[in-house]
Each structure stands twice: as C-alpha cells, then as structure tokens.
C-alpha cells in the first residue's frame, strides 16, 4: 500500500525558514518524481514544484510563487522528500500536500497526475 | 486566479446526472490529458479520473471524464450523499512547462 507523510509544518514568522519531509512507502521511490501541492485555507490546490527521479534526471521544476525561496531534494535511500522553504511570507500560509507522480505522454499530448498523496502538513506564517 | 476555470458550485438531488465543467487553452486542455480530482471534506485530494476518461481501481463506473476542444467536463450519474466535494480539474501546460489546476468546484447534494 503507497503511503506518504508528511512532516515539519508549524508557525513561523516571516522571513524566517521551514524544512518540510515527506516518507514514503509501498512503492520504490527512486522510481517516481514527487511533487509538493499546497491548500491555502479555504482556498483551491497549488502546485508548489516537483523533483524528478533519478533516471529522469533528478532536477526540480517550481511554481514562479516560490522559484528562488523554495528547494526541493530527495533521498532515496531513505525514500524521503524535502521541500526547504526559505523566505517564508504570509502568502505561504497553507496545507502542504506531498504527491507520488506520474508523467504520461503520447501522440504529442502530455498527461501528469498526482496518483497519491499524503495526508498534508500545515505551515503557518504569521508574526 | 487559476489557470483553469471551473463553476465554484454546482448542485444534484439523489440519483441525479450531474456534470462539472474545466476551461483551459490549447496549452493545456486542448493538447493534453486532463486529470480530475476529489477532495471529500477535511481529507486530502484523491486521483478520481487520470488521461481525461480512465477511472483508478476502485472508482465507481458512475464516474465519467470527456474534453471536447479547450473544455473538459466530469460527470457523476446516480449522484449518491458521499458524492458531496470538491472537484479539481487539472492538466499539463505546454507555455508553463508545468501541472496546472482548476480553482475546484463544491458539489452540493440537495
């Protein structure tokens, strides 16, 4: 059974630092890219950014919100994911989801699901 | 604003046949697959129909994805109670180079 859970959320102030983790399991996680989304309260999904797997290149993709403030990092040996937040504002406030990925292309059309997620982890960002 | 646009609301009795409706472009609906998602009242998102019309294991047959152009839409016939949620649509955006989603859709069961 595929199981993510994430950790690390808590109040922060602004411009202060978060590491948020999310560990996997039921699955071989040097196989899948995995993304964090994130639910501001009372609001819709955001997808925050997404680090490849290894044979896929491992590098990261981010939402232009975060680009440059957020960085994504993965241990497969430990089937963990990572999403260093830096920076924080009070925008950041939000249910931070991780996702197990799938990327699906054929006949020129492109597919990328969030196949599982984890539970959430709530960061709060407030003086 | 979202990328994607979807009703805020939308509203079924019982057994009734509902759809749910997702605007795009061609940089995202138009040319690629859409995914569509379900997020039942304080729990976390769940995949509820990947490639635009593929249902996962476990998901009822009620279910059913369509695009047709830059729009897409899921409908839920012999709507049940359990059926009131969220739906997000979403799908790859060939400008952004990323995964992109609808602003969700609260489905009401009268």
């Known amino acids: 059974e595929v199981q993510l859970v994430e950790s690390g959320g808590d109040l922060v102030q602004p411009g202060r630092s978060l590491r948020l983790s999310c560990t996997a399991s039921g699955f071989t996680f040097g196989d899948y890219n995995m993304s964090w989304v994130r639910q501001a309260p009372g609001k819709g999904l955001e997808w925050v950014g997404y680090?490849?797997?290894?044979?896929?290149?491992?590098?990261?993709d981010y939402a232009a919100s975060v680009k440059g403030r957020f960085t994504m990092s993965r241990d497969d040996s430990e089937s963990i994911a990572y999403l260093q937040m830096n920076g924080l504002k009070t925008d950041d406030t939000a249910v931070y989801y991780c996702?197990?990925?799938?990327?699906?292309?054929?006949?020129?059309?492109?597919?990328?699901?969030?196949?599982?997620w984890g539970q959430g982890t709530m960061v709060t960002v407030s003086s | 604003q979202s990328v994607l646009t979807q009703p805020p609301s939308a509203s079924g009795t019982p057994g009734q046949r509902v759809t749910i409706s997702c605007s795009g472009s061609s940089s995202n609906i138009g040319n690629n697959f859409i995914y569509w998602y379900q997020q039942l009242p304080g729990t976390a998102p769940k995949l509820l129909m990947y490639q635009t019309n593929q249902r996962p294991s476990g998901v009822p047959d009620r279910f059913s994805g369509s695009k047709s152009g830059t729009s897409a839409s899921l409908a839920i016939s012999g709507l049940r109670s359990e059926d009131e949620s969220d739906y997000y649509c979403a799908a790859w955006d060939n400008s952004l180079s990323a995964p992109v989603f609808g602003g969700g859709t609260k489905l009401t069961v009268l």
């Open positions: 996702t197990r990925d799938s990327y699906y292309y054929a006949s020129g059309s492109h597919g990328y699901a969030f196949d599982f």
């Open positions: 680090i490849r797997s290894k044979p896929d290149g491992g590098t990261t």
